[in-house]
């Protein structure tokens, strides 16, 4: 039996635990919040789509109620602020961190062995408060940010080329942020064909400043962040986690010397399985690609800093 909590049952929370639900990743989802009623109303309503959608994983939505969570294989945490048009994500950290570090306390009380995927921005930050303040190993602990950017990436890339986004190779790295993130446009394929090789330098360089404001972009045209491929880039990360798929995903993780930095949470692709992140994997960057992830981790730090001036750690 396996079974998967996400916290926060506002958009991208719900939007993960139906997919989760829907997709049959999990034998059980737990859903939680603490606005009264409001995951055991969003449970109820994916529910009722059993029968339209062909799916039976029991669905549980509770107010606070972190013993309905024990004995978690996973735990998403998605409870925070969403950015507003004109925000950035680090300007959530003074809401958010007090509300992670909280959350993060409660689930271990109850699932001691679940891996961690934080989601609430700023996420690398976050992931880098969760990690510090659980002292959890940094396999069990990580942050999700790499495989949206990255389906982002594929989604405009595809536009450019007028392909299958599915049939498109690449990666986006670095942080989760709109000047951090770094999509490997020279590293990028369709079919194997390298895509500078199909795209001008003028095009590629927008697919790649697309890419990088795409949360900017859909929090502008929404009016809060986005939910639907958030939370389905969740639920990709959970099902390689309970299906111990061993997929590779840029994920946000601990790094002690690979990528030369240490200290820090920031994306890489990782392989992740049932441990979690189970592997990092040593891209050869070339000196430019070299120079925009130290210039993304001193950002990223920057942010981390803000951690101590506000007694978050
Ligand atoms: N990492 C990513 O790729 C990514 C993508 C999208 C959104 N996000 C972030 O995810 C977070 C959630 O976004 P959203 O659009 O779902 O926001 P939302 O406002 O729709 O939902 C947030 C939910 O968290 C709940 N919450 C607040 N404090 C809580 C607590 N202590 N315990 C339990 N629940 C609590 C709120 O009641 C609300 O229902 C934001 O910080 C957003 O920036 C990250
Ligand atoms: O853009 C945001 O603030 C939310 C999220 O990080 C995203 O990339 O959609």
């Known amino acids: 039996m396996s079974k998967v909590t996400v916290?926060?049952?506002?958009n991208v929370g719900a939007t993960c635990a139906n997919v989760i639900a829907t997709r049959e990743i999990a034998d059980e989802v737990v859903l939680l919040d603490i606005k009264e009623?409001?995951?055991?109303?969003?449970?109820?309503?994916?529910?009722?789509?059993?029968?339209l959608m062909d799916f039976d994983t029991k669905?549980?939505?509770?107010?606070?109620?972190?013993?309905?969570?024990?004995?978690?294989?996973?735990?998403?945490?998605?409870s925070g602020m969403p950015r507003k048009p004109g925000m950035t994500r680090e300007e959530l950290i003074g809401v958010n961190a007090g509300i992670v570090s909280s959350v993060v306390e409660n689930v271990l009380k109850y699932?001691?062995?679940?891996?961690?995927l934080i989601i609430s921005n700023p996420m690398d930050t976050m992931t880098y408060l969760a990690l510090k303040k659980s002292g959890l190993p940094k396999n069990q602990i990580f942050g999700m940010g790499g495989a949206l950017d990255t389906a982002r990436f594929k989604c405009y890339l595809s536009k450019a080329l007028n392909a299958n986004?599915?049939?498109?190779?690449?990666?986006?790295?670095?942080?989760?942020g709109d000047t951090t993130m770094i999509p490997l446009a020279g590293k990028a394929a369709y079919k194997g064909i390298p895509v500078t090789e199909l795209l001008s330098k003028e095009e590629l360089d927008k697919v790649v400043a697309d890419t990088m404001v795409g949360g900017a972009t859909l929090t502008k045209l929404l009016g809060t962040s986005a939910w639907y491929a958030p939370g389905a880039a969740a639920a990709y990360v959970v099902e390689s986690i309970i299906r111990d798929q061993k997929k590779v995903i840029?994920?946000?993780?601990?790094?002690?010397?690979?990528?030369?930095?240490?200290?820090?949470?920031?994306?890489?692709?990782a392989v992740i399985g049932k441990n979690g992140v189970e592997k990092i994997l040593s891209l050869n960057l070339t000196a430019d690609e070299k120079a925009l992830f130290e210039k993304s981790a001193e950002a990223v730090r920057k942010t981390n800093a803000v951690l101590k001036e506000i007694n978050a750690l």
């Open 59 to 78: 669905l549980t939505g509770v107010t606070n109620d972190y013993a309905a969570t024990a004995g978690s294989d996973v735990v998403v945490i998605t």
């Open 250 to 269: 840029v994920s946000c993780t601990a790094l002690d010397g690979e990528y030369g930095q240490k200290d820090i949470c920031i994306g890489v692709p």
């Open 7 to 10: 916290v926060g049952a506002g």
């Open 165 to 176: 986004s599915n049939e498109i190779e690449g990666m986006v790295i670095g942080g989760h």
């Open 111 to 116: 699932s001691p062995k679940a891996i961690i």
């Open 37 to 51: 009623g409001v995951a055991e109303g969003k449970m109820l309503d994916i529910f009722q789509t059993a029968t």
